[in-house]
DNA sequence: TAAATAGTGTCTATAAGACATTATCTC
DNA sequence: GAGATAATGTCTTATAGACACTATTTA
């Protein structure tokens, strides 16, 4: 029942949140003092995914400082807190929003971006004690191109998922970990469908979207079978025809979009996440 | 790409996690010395579910001071992060069971712990940035009598989930809207049976556990039909009879309960939840 | 025409929903 | 015996998996 912080502190003014605090809430604000005692640092991570050459990837950026210096990391930074008094500076998600488009110079809205939780392991960080909040981030393949522009000067490489276990790769921190579980985040969330939308390029095929599908969950998908779950989407309108086709070595294949129906990310919306 | 937190700092002993800093890294982590900027404060709120009377209910707590003095609120409290230096201190899931155990008297082992997220919006405590970590609790109905005898001083009820929304109770900070993230997690994790183990008593009747179904998905759920996926349960091993019956106003009902397969708390393993 | 892949249809097993029926207990 | 609920069974519908088959294009 420590719900008590017992310190004094200056008043933060409450952003946004509209709610009606007292007078007598009012003077113990004013009163209100943060005495300093430890305090963790807090980060968001980005676990950004995308489909290339068949793969499921995901961005990684070499660390050129210690710790775990020369290992690969996931991109991520402090979350800005402000100075405590008038700000309190930015929400969680934005402080992905921001990492994210600081890193990939990809813009927020084109981006499917989703919290997985909190990883806060005492001695995470040799350094100090550092909790993060990590991100998925969906990049749709025919974004990646325009990724690497506005990036720091590190190196930034999208690496096959597949291929980061058993040690083939080292990995920063609890960075194998924390990209474990955006995995299973997003396979768990493949069937709204709305995940498929954010790692297909703006018009594919049918057998292109059934490969999303089959990547994240890691098994074979009957391409028969795919297609009758595929109509039902034609039949609710959440994809449609679009114009061409698709020219393979064979019979080419009928293109298809995702409709609006459904913003491709829930990020303006749920800022506590 | 702001991977690397520009600061100094003395060099805190990493716990338990057995990598090979080379020792250049450890030269590195001698010589660093972390720098001040502004931390939020990280603390740890624990959704605490039972049911009761028939209902799905919450742990609250009132509070006695400011901000928010009156309001009910989710039991909860800072994570311990050491002095940065030897020790880091607490893992979050380990803050989290501290706080369970502290709040309610219970032993982590007989509940159900599982981290929802992080919640962190600019302004959610008008007194300083904090970001908390939700937990859900899982607590056996027949284990709530236990409950209030070590907490706090403070006032702790448990209030009907369906009762909280239109303003009927004041909640503290975004705490309505923690429990309602908490809710969505526990319903959309009632399938694997494991959930429904933790709120139901060790003995129970399959109208008894269908009941804690049906409160969880909001449904009704048809008695026969409900059977029928118990009696898979019963095939699979995973529930067995009871000695007795229960004792009704008519026919009495076989009573089951929960075999050991597969342990009723994950929190001893996944120390980064 | 051969090869390859897109696109279609069919059979079966599984599970869920709706609902009727029987069994067994208390009062 | 009346009332009540437990326990069981049946019918229908929806969906997934396996797999056979047809259509259309390139080379």
Not at 79 to 94: F, I, N, P, S, T
Not at 100 to 114: A, R
Not at 208 to 217: F, I, K, M, S, Y
């Amino acid at each position: 029942m420590n719900r008590d912080r017992k310190r004094p502190s200056p008043a933060p003014p409450r952003k946004s949140t509209a709610r009606s605090a007292g007078p007598d809430e009012a003077a113990f604000l004013a009163r209100y003092r943060p005495g300093d005692f430890a305090r963790p640092s807090v980060t968001v991570d980005i676990v950004a995914f995308s489909i290339l050459d068949g793969e499921l990837r995901v961005l990684l950026v070499r660390r050129g400082e210690h710790p775990f210096k020369g290992a690969w990391a996931l991109p991520g930074g402090f979350v800005r807190v402000g100075d405590g008094h008038k700000d309190q500076g930015e929400d969680l998600a934005a402080a992905a929003a921001r990492e994210l488009q600081e890193e990939t110079s990809l813009h927020p809205n084109d981006v499917f971006l989703e919290q997985v939780g909190a990883f806060g392991r005492a001695g995470r960080d040799p350094r100090m004690r550092v909790i993060t909040v990590a991100y998925t981030a969906l990049i749709r393949p025919d974004l990646v191109p325009l990724v690497h522009a506005g990036g720091d000067a590190a190196v930034a490489e999208w690496h096959a998922v597949d291929r980061l276990g058993h040690g083939q790769l080292e990995l920063a921190f609890d960075h194998a970990e924390i990209i474990e579980r955006a995995t299973a985040h997003v396979a768990a969330r493949i069937d709204g469908s709305s995940i498929a939308r954010s790692l297909v390029p703006k018009t594919f095929t049918i057998q292109e979207l059934r490969q999303v599908h089959a990547l994240l969950l890691g098994t074979h998908l009957d391409p028969g079978n795919f297609r009758r779950k595929f109509e039902r989407l034609l039949e609710d309108g959440v994809v449609v025809r679009a114009a061409g086709k698709r020219l393979t070595a064979s019979k080419p294949a009928l293109v298809y979009r995702f409709t609006d129906t459904g913003a491709p990310s829930p990020n303006a919306a749920k800022d506590t996440l």
